[in-house]
């Protein structure tokens, strides 16, 4: 059996300002560890999302600055830091997804840090990382994330359409990946369900390759075009959109995977994490939106192991009430999976058990609360 893994957690409760949320995530940045990841004149990618324009459940550049604040005192140098995205949005170049980001607050005289996009203006400054595993001998990762000496993750806990859920493990997987990583990851492509179509369109709006049609208004998705990115999906009002989730997600979710063992490469010891359970929506911050919350906030958690603060994660939102009035349509008890009861044919379990076999850490942890 494997040694545990400590997680610390603080959680939102405050009845004074020592217990405020900003004190709290800078406690957690000293009590697990994050400061020993960071040495002096090291460039420290602090890597988030910046949420897409209309999204608002992204981390707060408030606490992001704390965090900029303490990788400062140790003697370095930050950067915040994501890579652009595979579909059309206010993120698919670095001009586009710099001026995102200052919109949503990550301005240097808020955040105290420059906004570095890791893959370079369009998605090429690219790197390619040696791995030996199952589907991958190599993968691509973008070029300033492998060249950053030390990395601080800060994710948004959440729900995800084919991956289950989003935490640190898919923080280090698809957004550390330039679109070419992005595209190797995916290779999955959905079909359209052609007696639950309406013919809205909705689906060609979103399609960054032009890959689908209508034909006598129904939608036709030409798998030679399409590259997997799955907006599709997420938009179509009708779920008429699906994928092969029984031989194609598993795999997928194997892929992405290993593309953060790759982004971790080099980076032994020098890697911390912090997510934050609040807001914790159905879907990922690229959509532009954020659907109400499927359980109640919970806290912030921090750990130098990725595999143990997604599985704590995991746990302690599945371990929550689930709320009536949102995208839960089952599993609304204490101890119920709450991302099956939003989409039955996800495993978020499996990231975690796959990470786990690579060696990226442990799913065994010891919950610290401060």
């Not at 400062?72 to 670095?94: E, I, W």
């Not at 204490?334 to 442990?362: C, H, P, V």
Request: glycine letters at 8%; aromatic letters at 8%.
């Amino acid at each position: 059996m494997s040694m545990a893994s400590p997680v610390y957690f603080a959680s939102l409760q405050a009845r004074s300002d020592t217990e405020s949320t900003v004190a709290k995530v800078r406690r957690l940045f000293d009590e697990s560890g994050c400061a020993s990841c960071i040495h002096k004149q090291d460039r420290t990618a602090i890597k988030l999302h910046f949420g897409e324009l209309g999204n608002d459940s992204f981390i707060s550049p408030v606490f992001v600055r704390q965090v900029v604040d303490k990788v400062k005192a140790s003697g370095a140098l930050p950067f915040l830091t994501d890579t652009n995205t595979l579909y059309m949005g206010s993120r698919s170049n670095a001009v586009d997804h710099i001026t995102t980001a200052v919109l949503h607050g990550f301005d240097y005289a808020v955040v105290g840090a420059p906004v570095i996009i890791a893959d370079g203006l369009c998605g090429k400054n690219v790197a390619h990382v040696k791995i030996g595993r199952k589907h991958f001998d190599t993968v691509s990762i973008a070029g300033d994330i492998v060249a950053a000496d030390s990395m601080i993750v800060l994710s948004h806990f959440k729900g995800h359409e084919v991956a289950g859920f989003g935490g640190a493990i898919k923080n280090l997987a698809m957004g550390c990946a330039p679109p070419e990583g992005k595209r190797a990851q995916h290779q999955t492509r959905p079909y359209s369900i052609q007696e639950r179509c309406i013919g809205c369109g909705k689906c060609l709006e979103v399609c960054p390759k032009s890959a689908i049609t209508l034909v006598e208004a129904k939608s036709v998705i030409d798998r030679d075009l399409c590259i997997g990115c799955f907006e599709c999906m997420t938009v179509c009002p009708e779920h008429a959109i699906d994928i092969d989730w029984e031989t194609e997600i598993p795999l997928f979710v194997e892929r992405m995977v290993e593309h953060s063992y790759g982004a971790l490469q080099g980076k032994t010891g020098k890697a911390g994490y912090i997510n934050f359970l609040t807001r914790i929506t159905p879907d990922c911050d690229c959509v532009p939106w954020s659907d109400a919350s499927i359980v109640p906030d919970i806290g912030i958690l921090a750990s130098t192991d990725p595999v143990a603060i997604d599985a704590a994660s995991y746990d302690l939102v599945n371990q929550q009430t689930g709320f009536a009035d949102s995208r839960l349509t089952s599993h609304h008890h204490s101890g119920e999976d709450k991302f099956t009861g939003m989409r039955a044919n996800t495993n978020g379990k499996q990231q975690i058990t796959y990470a786990e076999s690579l060696g990226m850490g442990t799913s065994t942890y010891e919950l610290i609360r401060i």
